[in-house]
């Protein structure tokens, strides 16, 4: 089994800064994109940046500038560096992993997972 592990969020005042975590652990033969997404009350999930296994960045248009999506892939661990955050930021901060699993007679499969989430709150 493979899982994700969210950390980094909290309170923190617009302007500030908030660093996210989110490690991949398990049976994992290889991670491909990993990516954030975010979901504020009342929201639908949107995508906020995502990361491939070459370092590839894609972010949505609010958020370039502002964030920054990095990953260390031999950590399997993937970065969120948010700056001049903005009250309109506070969501629930989602980790995705699009990977290949292994089992243990040695077969692999493709799994896409989803972290428990993380909260970050911006005060105003």
């Known amino acids: 089994q493979v899982q994700l592990v969210e950390s980094g969020g909290g309170l923190v005042q617009a302007g500030g800064s908030l660093r996210l975590s989110c490690a991949a652990s398990?049976?994992?033969?290889?991670?491909?994109?990993m990516g954030w997404y975010r979901q504020a009350p009342g929201k639908q999930r949107e995508s906020v940046a995502s990361?491939?296994?070459?370092?590839?960045?894609n972010y949505e248009n609010s958020m370039k500038g502002r964030f920054t999506i990095s990953r260390d892939n031999a950590k399997n661990t993937v970065y969120l560096q948010m700056n001049g955050l903005k009250p309109e930021d506070t969501a629930v901060y989602y980790c995705n992993a699009n990977l290949i699993s292994t089992s243990p007679i040695g077969s692999r499969s493709y799994v896409d997972i989803w972290g428990q989430g993380t909260l970050v709150t911006v005060s105003s």
């Open positions: 990361i491939t296994s070459y370092g590839l960045t």
């Open positions: 398990g049976r994992i033969f290889r991670v491909n994109t």
